[in-house]
T-cell receptor
Framework: GNSVTQMEGPVTLSEEAFLTINCTYT??????LFWYVQYPGEGLQLLLK?????DKGSNKGFEATYRKETTSFHLEKGSVQVSDSAVYFC?????????FGAGTILRVKS | NAGVMQNPRHLVRRRGQEARLRCSPM?????VYWYRQLPEEGLKFMVY????????ESGMPKERFSAEFPKEGPSILRIQQVVRGDSAAYFC????????????FGEGSRLTVL
């Protein structure tokens, strides 16, 4: 079936550290891929997306590249801030809906 | 422009009671999705509705759960005879149509069953 697997958290980093959150997917065909972020007490919001292989999505210093050969869509940021502390969800499009991973908690310490 | 509005934000019910969760989509959005977030788990798709139509309910439990999105008014997720396992955060999302894959989420309704 169609599914998304994310690295388990929580991930704890110091401010200005490099961030990678791994995401791999299983799908029929080549679905669009997304990263959503959920800040404490809020709903999810779209962070970035990629619609085809080798596309790179980017926003607010975050990047992710759609890798067909490794079925991956890892999220990266060169220098995290305390304000980036949140839960990050990887998702794929399937049948006019989104299928989400379990989410990865990121904690950034000053 | 108001975002997706969900209410109540917090709801406490005893086992056997009914829970009704409401969702008003963003202005201009005619597609509504309901997701459930259980503790320590990700979001699980429940149902996808357009005005007066259920498009995909493959994620809805077969019993006790129902959803509607009437021509006028908010979308309603109804859970009858709640059990402790229904305790979760229920998120509503809306979109103007399925062309971008971007969903706009509300802040969620947290249901606690005693």
């Amino acid at each position: 079936g169609n599914s998304v697997t994310q690295m388990e958290g929580p991930v704890t980093l110091s401010e200005e550290a490099f961030l990678t959150i791994n995401c791999t997917y299983t799908a029929t065909g080549y679905p669009s891929l997304f990263w959503y972020v959920q800040y404490p007490g809020e709903g999810l919001q779209l962070l970035l997306k990629a619609t085809k292989a080798d596309d790179k999505g980017s926003n607010k210093g975050f990047e992710a590249t759609y890798r067909k050969e490794t079925t991956s869509f890892h999220l990266e940021k060169g220098s995290v801030q305390v304000s980036d502390s949140a839960v990050y969800f990887c998702a794929l499009e399937y049948g006019n809906k989104l299928v989400f991973g379990a989410g990865t908690i990121l904690r950034v310490k000053s | 422009n108001a975002g997706v509005m969900q209410n109540p934000r917090h709801l406490v019910r005893r086992r056997g009671q009914e829970a009704r969760l409401r969702c008003s989509p963003m202005k201009g959005h005619s597609h509504v999705y309901w997701y459930r977030q259980l503790p320590e788990e990700g979001l699980k798709f429940m149902v996808y509705l357009q005005k007066e139509n259920i498009i995909d309910e493959s994620g809805m439990p077969k019993e006790r759960f129902s959803a509607e999105f009437p021509k006028e008014g908010p979308s309603i997720l109804r859970i009858q005879q709640v059990v402790r396992g229904d305790s979760a955060a229920y998120f509503c999302a809306s979109s103007p149509g399925w062309n971008t894959g971007e969903l706009f989420f509300g802040e969620g309704s947290r249901l606690t069953v005693l």
